[in-house]
């Protein structure tokens, strides 16, 4: 090179060129190297990462909901099952003029008009392929109106998804409660995987104490999905290989419900407001659990609309109230043959003296009255006949004997105040009250003392004490097993998808200790008196099985002390309950029922005829006789 | 010669013969094979990448027919002729680029398309080759290494046009202008030292260039360095090519069975991110096989390079060689994640008229330079 003035070299140009040129290509061969080893590292030492990656890409998990278990009664008669329900959807991208079609079907009467805005933004949140529903439960006749007009519907479809339905319709609602949308708390305690792709779930009675056992296992099936999440068949020559695993049916639970019985039972409340519990002693089956008013539970399951809701809970006879369980009244007269049984145990009661009732009973020291109930003046009385006839004056006098705590204790054992520990839940305990617990359940000094009158009411079945049909059928049961006790319940066996049926062994309660065998003879006749020649006769009358039983009347309200209760002038809702509690046949008993109708007025006219009804239901054959199996005792 | 031919076998006779048909119009036979084999990989690629549209095919026969004939056509083109016309090409590019950038500032947004009613036209294409060549051409007559003088006017000279492609804006074509005019430079002997003092430079200037990009320029950057970080914006493209090439494995999914590319997860699978479906569907041997044509067609080229005997030839047709090169790194190495996303295609490959028209249209100036070089005056 030269200083200075520089000329172009073409010699020394070319050999600069050709080392660049060289430099160049290492260059180019030094990069090629770092692609190929990033190359390596991609599909060579991360390919199986990678290949995880792209397979979590392209197949997504739809779940496929199991079909929810039947319920049947003992029978093998369905009670709930599942059955596909109408819904209209629409597919947007596939809808010409979404505006025009969403008139049309308001003009239809489909949809309503004022839901038009809350629907459009519906539709405009999800993706435009996926199926928005517009309008569920559709009936019959809204399908038939909608499918005469369907070509000018394009997009739209009837779509049909499975959902639960009760053919008995209102029967037996407050035993099977009855499945409904998922709501908030209910995602707070299950496990929402087993819950994918499932919109119902079980809201009360054997619907969502046995919710496991019905819901049965979810199965799944993946889907090929492009990166738009829209599911494709096959792209190209890509064809899937996926995997399925079919969703395990729930179980099938049969209930010791008898559907027959049951509707004898509601039949017979018919319009009134109560219950009827009937249990099979031997075992604790729940035969049948009425409450009156009931509602369609098929309400819940398509979906409650508000203004059906509202009609339910502003409804003043509280159809949604499980009167069974949840109902808590006075127990009346229907507690005397237990106050017996507490004074025999005691040893304070001689069965064979003869009282005398003349209509009214006073503590010694005090003037206040206690009036013999409806049944009048009994005259000379002694126990058979007391609880026969319910005199009220022999056990205003017995109870004050015997001491409440006493008798509270005594009683504890048959299930007052305590749950019975059915297989649903929401039952209430009731109250058996004791000056302990007045002590604690009032804040004023006063109202803690426990009087001696309380116990004198206590004996007859009024005051504090509180109890549930269910509960009294219970101590029904008790008494017909002679102190032997199952704890009640209404899934017997569980049923799996090949038919086998699983049973469930009943569970005994704790037997009642120390009542002797003579003692249980002698009330029970009392009992058998009050369904043959006592207060209950005309509802015992023409049985072709022997039935114990006893009447109750639950005050409603007080009678002032000089006034006469007059069930004509008391205001319907002021009236006193009816109860009866019975079984039957009375040497082995198949069958202990009890009965409350409310604001009934006279147990023995109003609870007793049902409680026959629902006992012929169940113990007599078609011919009106004893059925063969009643007959004989197991 | 013809004793030669008549002599061989049949194969080799027709390869001699296409050889001599080739020099006959002025082509370079084994540069052209190259091209070619490249090209039908592509296509067969590309009928896989765009889910198996027959009618992306035909269109991307059609670009590689209308580049053939800009090859070809500029095959015969006299050097000399090329050289001279060089400054006025560059003056018509950047006038374009005015009137683009002016459309773009009056329209208030991204501008690159001149729409001329039959074709529409990218000026930023013309400048690719535009901005070499007229390098090359500045430096034709002046002494090498080039002096300070020299380097201060070819950065001129560069400067404009890719700035004005920056202001469209266009930072990925606008780099690959600068690196084809740097490339020139370079070859042209620039000295080591100033090498080093404008990487540092340049190091400097992108700093102080992040202040001036746009969000989306700046969140390309970003998400270089940290796809996850935007997992379904900027770093999904990333993230699922790297998902698609890694799947793909040493031996691929199989032509069409890449589960990335055919459920549509790989973004612009048929256009910039095509690299990554030959990953998946071929695996590394499919990548290879194509990283080894592309470097027997840089190596060819660059071979070419070294025969011509003048400089405005040395350094235009060595830039030609070594800029495709550049495509097809800076293409492998964004889509496999070595480099940031810019929008670079896979050189002959990607599916896209204009940088089709392009490349090939240098390819044929290239052959130009070669087989005219005895024409040639100093």
Same mark, same amino acid.
């Given at each position: 090179?030269?200083?200075?003035?520089?000329?172009?070299?073409?010699?020394?140009?070319?050999?600069?060129?050709?080392?660049?040129?060289?430099?160049?290509?290492?260059?180019?061969?030094?990069?090629?190297?770092?692609?190929?080893?990033?190359?390596?590292?991609?599909?060579?030492?991360?390919?199986?990462?990678?290949?995880?990656?792209?397979?979590?890409?392209?197949?997504?998990?739809?779940?496929?909901? @199991?079909?929810?278990?039947?319920?049947?009664?003992?029978?093998?008669?369905?009670?709930?099952?599942?059955?596909?329900?109408?819904?209209?959807?629409?597919?947007?991208?596939?809808?010409?003029?979404?505006?025009?079609?969403?008139?049309?079907?308001?003009?239809?009467?489909?949809?309503?008009?004022?839901?038009?805005?809350?629907?459009?933004? #519906?539709?405009?949140?999800?993706?435009?392929?996926?199926?928005?529903?517009?309008?569920?439960?559709?009936?019959?006749?809204?399908?038939?109106?909608?499918?005469?007009?369907?070509?000018?519907?394009?997009?739209?479809?009837?779509?049909?998804?499975?959902?639960?339905?009760?053919?008995?319709?209102?029967?037996?609602?407050?035993?099977?409660?009855?499945?409904?949308?998922?709501?908030?708390?209910?995602?707070?305690?299950?496990?929402?995987?087993?819950?994918?792709?499932?919109?119902?779930?079980?809201?009360?009675?054997?619907?969502? @104490?046995?919710?496991?056992?019905?819901?049965?296992?979810?199965?799944?099936?993946?889907?090929?999905?492009?990166?738009?999440?829209?599911?494709?068949?096959?792209?190209?020559?890509?064809?899937?290989?996926?995997? #399925?695993?079919?969703?395990?049916?729930?179980?099938?639970?049969?209930?010791?419900?008898?559907?027959?019985?049951?509707?004898?039972?509601?039949?017979?409340?018919?319009?009134?407001?109560?219950?009827?519990?009937?249990?099979?002693?031997?075992?604790?089956?729940?035969?049948?659990?009425?409450?009156?008013?009931?509602?369609?539970?098929?309400?819940?399951?398509?979906?409650?609309?508000?203004?059906?809701?509202?009609?339910?809970?502003?409804?003043?006879?509280?159809?949604?109230?499980?009167?069974?369980?949840?109902?808590?009244?006075?127990?009346?007269?229907?507690?005397?043959?237990?106050?017996?049984?507490?004074?025999?145990?005691?040893?304070?009661?001689?069965?064979?003296?003869?009282?005398?009732?003349?209509?009214?009973?006073?503590?010694?020291?005090?003037?206040?009255?206690?009036?013999?109930?409806?049944?009048?003046?009994?005259?000379?009385?002694?126990?058979?006949?007391?609880?026969?006839?319910?005199?009220?004056?022999?056990?205003?006098?017995?109870?004050?004997?015997?001491?409440?705590?006493?008798?509270?204790?005594?009683?504890?054992?048959?299930?007052?105040?305590?749950?019975?520990?059915?297989?649903?839940?929401?039952?209430?305990?009731?109250?058996?009250?004791?000056?302990?617990?007045?002590?604690?359940?009032?804040?004023?000094?006063?109202?803690?003392?426990?009087?001696?009158?309380?116990?004198?009411?206590?004996?007859?079945?009024?005051?504090?004490?509180?109890?549930?049909?269910?509960?009294?059928?219970?101590?029904?049961?008790?008494?017909?097993?002679?102190?032997?006790?199952?704890?009640?319940?209404?899934?017997?066996?569980?049923?799996?998808?090949?038919?086998?049926?699983?049973?469930?062994?009943?569970?005994?309660?704790?037997?009642?200790?120390?009542?002797?065998?003579?003692?249980?003879?002698?009330?029970?006749?009392?009992?058998?008196?009050?369904?043959?020649?006592?207060?209950?006769?005309?509802?015992?009358?023409?049985?072709?099985?022997?039935?114990?039983?006893?009447?109750?009347?639950?005050?409603?309200? #007080?009678?002032?002390?000089?006034?006469?209760?007059?069930?004509? #002038?008391?205001?319907?809702?002021?009236?006193?309950?009816?109860?009866?509690?019975?079984?039957?046949?009375?040497?082995?008993?198949?069958?202990?029922?009890?009965?409350?109708?409310?604001?009934?007025?006279?147990?023995?006219?109003?609870?007793?005829?049902?409680?026959?009804?629902?006992?012929?239901?169940?113990?007599?054959?078609?011919?009106?006789?004893?059925?063969?199996?009643?007959?004989?005792?197991? | 010669?013809?004793?030669?031919?008549?002599?061989?076998?049949?194969?080799?006779?027709?390869?001699?013969?296409?050889?001599?048909?080739?020099?006959?119009?002025?082509?370079?036979?084994?540069?052209?094979?190259?091209?070619?084999?490249?090209?039908?990989?592509?296509?067969?690629?590309?009928?896989?990448?765009?889910?198996?549209?027959?009618?992306?095919?035909? %269109?991307?026969?059609?670009?590689?027919?209308?580049?053939?004939?800009?090859?070809?056509?500029?095959?015969?083109?006299?050097?000399?002729?090329?050289?001279?016309?060089?400054?006025?090409?560059?003056?018509?590019?950047?006038?374009?680029?005015?009137?683009?950038?002016?459309?773009?500032?009056?329209?208030?947004?991204?501008?690159?398309?001149?729409?001329?009613?039959?074709?529409?036209?990218?000026?930023?294409?013309?400048?690719?080759?535009?901005?070499?060549?007229?390098?090359?051409?500045?430096?034709?007559?002046?002494?090498?290494?080039?002096?300070?003088?020299?380097?201060?006017?070819?950065?001129?000279?560069?400067?404009?046009?890719?700035?004005?492609?920056?202001?469209?804006?266009? $930072? +990925?074509?606008?780099?690959?202008?600068?690196?084809?005019?740097?490339?020139?430079?370079?070859?042209?002997? $620039?000295?080591?030292?100033?090498?080093?003092?404008?990487?540092?430079?340049?190091?400097?200037? +992108?700093?102080?260039?992040?202040?001036?990009?746009?969000?989306?320029?700046?969140? %390309?950057?970003?998400?270089? /360095?940290?796809?996850?970080?935007?997992?379904?914006?900027?770093?999904?493209?990333?993230?699922?090519?790297?998902?698609?090439?890694?799947?793909?494995?040493?031996?691929?999914?199989?032509?069409?069975?890449?589960?990335?590319?055919?459920?549509?997860?790989?973004?612009? %699978?048929?256009?910039?991110?095509?690299?990554?479906?030959?990953?998946?569907?071929?695996?590394?041997?499919?990548?290879?096989?194509?990283?080894?044509?592309?470097? /027997?067609?840089?190596? %060819?080229?660059?071979?070419?390079?070294?025969?011509?005997?003048?400089?405005?030839?040395?350094? $235009?047709?060595?830039?030609?060689?070594?800029?495709?090169?550049?495509?097809? /790194?800076?293409?492998?190495?964004?889509?496999?994640?070595?480099?940031?996303?810019?929008?670079?295609?896979?050189?002959?490959?990607?599916?896209?008229?204009?940088?089709?028209?392009? $490349?090939?249209?240098?390819?044929?100036?290239?052959?130009?330079?070669?087989?005219?070089?005895?024409?040639?005056?100093?």
């Amino acid at each position: 090179m030269v200083q200075g003035v520089r000329i172009k070299d073409h010699w020394q140009e070319q050999r600069l060129f050709e080392r660049r040129a060289l430099v160049a290509g290492l260059l180019i061969v030094a990069l090629t190297l770092t692609l190929i080893g990033r190359l390596f590292l991609l599909q060579v030492m991360r390919h199986d990462y990678y290949t995880e990656l792209s397979q979590g890409n392209r197949v997504r998990t739809e779940p496929i909901p @199991a079909a929810r278990g039947l319920i049947l009664d003992r029978n093998g008669k369905l009670l709930a099952g599942n059955q596909p329900a109408y819904q209209l959807e629409l597919v947007p991208e596939e809808v010409p003029d979404l505006n025009a079609s969403l008139k049309a079907l308001v003009q239809l009467g489909l949809i309503e008009a004022d839901t038009l805005d809350d629907l459009r933004r #519906t539709i405009r949140s999800r993706r435009p392929f996926d199926s928005v529903p517009v309008r569920l439960r559709m009936s019959e006749e809204d399908v038939a109106r909608f499918a005469v007009r369907r070509f000018e519907f394009p997009g739209l479809d009837i779509k049909t998804r499975q959902t639960r339905f009760y053919p008995e319709g209102e029967v037996a609602v407050h035993a099977l409660g009855y499945v409904g949308a998922i709501s908030e708390p209910d995602l707070q305690r299950i496990d929402r995987a087993a819950y994918s792709g499932t919109a119902l779930i079980g809201k009360l009675g054997v619907e969502s @104490a046995y919710e496991h056992e019905l819901h049965g296992g979810n199965g799944f099936r993946e889907i090929l999905v492009n990166a738009l999440g829209r599911s494709v068949q096959r792209q190209g020559a890509l064809v899937p290989d996926l995997h #399925t695993r079919p969703p395990t049916a729930g179980d099938d639970l049969v209930l010791s419900l008898d559907l027959a019985v049951q509707a004898v039972a509601e039949t017979a409340l018919g319009e009134r407001r109560g219950s009827v519990v009937a249990l099979d002693p031997q075992t604790g089956d729940v035969i049948a659990l009425a409450s009156r008013p009931g509602f369609d539970p098929s309400l819940f399951a398509r979906g409650i609309t508000r203004g059906e809701y509202a009609t339910l809970t502003d409804n003043i006879d509280k159809p949604l109230l499980n009167r069974a369980l949840r109902g808590a009244y006075p127990s009346g007269s229907t507690i005397k043959p237990v106050v017996a049984l507490a004074g025999l145990t005691y040893h304070v009661l001689n069965p064979d003296k003869v009282e005398f009732c003349d209509g009214v009973f006073h503590l010694p020291g005090s003037s206040h009255l206690y009036r013999e109930g409806k049944t009048g003046r009994h005259g000379h009385i002694a126990l058979q006949d007391a609880i026969a006839k319910s005199c009220d004056v022999y056990f205003y006098g017995l109870a004050a004997t015997i001491g409440v705590n006493r008798m509270a204790s005594f009683m504890a054992p048959f299930g007052y105040g305590k749950v019975t520990g059915i297989d649903i839940s929401g039952e209430k305990p009731g109250l058996l009250p004791t000056p302990e617990w007045k002590k604690l359940a009032f804040k004023r000094p006063e109202d803690q003392i426990w009087f001696p009158g309380e116990t004198v009411n206590f004996g007859v079945g009024q005051g504090y004490l509180l109890v549930t049909p269910l509960q009294l059928a219970h101590v029904a049961s008790v008494i017909a097993g002679r102190g032997k006790n199952f704890r009640p319940r209404l899934v017997t066996g569980l049923r799996g998808m090949q038919g086998d049926i699983q049973p469930i062994a009943p569970v005994a309660g704790k037997s009642i200790e120390g009542v002797s065998d003579a003692d249980w003879v002698r009330v029970i006749d009392g009992m058998v008196g009050a369904a043959t020649y006592g207060t209950a006769r005309a509802s015992g009358k023409g049985a072709d099985y022997s039935i114990a039983g006893k009447t109750g009347t639950a005050q409603v309200f #007080t009678v002032a002390q000089n006034a006469k209760y007059n069930e004509k #002038t008391v205001d319907e809702r002021l009236r006193d309950h009816a109860w009866f509690i019975a079984f039957a046949p009375v040497d082995a008993p198949l069958i202990a029922v009890a009965v409350l109708v409310e604001n009934g007025g006279f147990g023995a006219s109003a609870a007793a005829p049902i409680a026959r009804k629902v006992m012929d239901a169940y113990l007599l054959g078609p011919d009106g006789k004893l059925k063969v199996a009643a007959k004989a005792p197991s | 010669m013809y004793e030669e031919v008549t002599s061989g076998s049949r194969t080799r006779r027709t390869l001699t013969g296409t050889a001599h048909m080739a020099a006959a119009l002025k082509l370079d036979g084994a540069l052209i094979i190259g091209l070619a084999l490249v090209a039908v990989y592509g296509l067969v690629v590309l009928y896989s990448a765009s889910g198996q549209s027959l009618p992306t095919i035909i %269109r991307a026969g059609v670009h590689l027919g209308m580049g053939a004939v800009a090859m070809l056509v500029l095959a015969q083109v006299n050097p000399n002729l090329l050289r001279r016309s060089s400054p006025w090409l560059y003056l018509f590019g950047v006038i374009l680029l005015l009137v683009v950038d002016g459309i773009g500032y009056i329209g208030k947004g991204a501008q690159r398309w001149l729409d001329l009613g039959v074709v529409r036209f990218q000026p930023s294409e013309l400048m690719k080759l535009a901005v070499p060549m007229m390098c090359a051409w500045f430096l034709h007559d002046r002494p090498l290494p080039p002096t300070m003088g020299t380097l201060l006017g070819l950065a001129a000279l560069v400067f404009v046009p890719v700035g004005l492609v920056v202001l469209q804006p266009d $930072l +990925g074509t606008a780099a690959l202008i600068a690196i084809a005019g740097s490339l020139v430079i370079v070859m042209a002997g $620039l000295r080591m030292r100033i090498i080093a003092g404008l990487a540092a430079i340049g190091a400097a200037g +992108g700093w102080f260039g992040w202040a001036f990009m746009h969000d989306y320029q700046k969140k %390309r950057v970003l998400t270089f /360095f940290d796809p996850s970080t935007d997992r379904l914006g900027a770093g999904y493209h990333i993230i699922q090519s790297q998902i698609a090439i890694g799947s793909g494995g040493v031996f691929g999914k199989g032509w069409m069975h890449g589960s990335q590319a055919q459920l549509q997860f790989l973004p612009e %699978r048929s256009t910039d991110f095509i690299f990554a479906v030959i990953g998946e569907e071929f695996g590394l041997l499919g990548l290879a096989l194509l990283l080894l044509l592309y470097a /027997f067609v840089v190596a %060819r080229a660059l071979y070419l390079a070294m025969q011509t005997q003048d400089t405005f030839a040395r350094l $235009l047709a060595s830039s030609l060689a070594l800029t495709f090169f550049v495509y097809v /790194f800076i293409n492998a190495g964004m889509v496999s994640g070595l480099l940031p996303v810019v929008g670079v295609p896979l050189p002959l490959v990607s599916y896209g008229g204009s940088s089709m028209v392009t $490349l090939l249209a240098g390819f044929g100036i290239l052959m130009a330079l070669y087989s005219h070089r005895k024409l040639m005056g100093s």
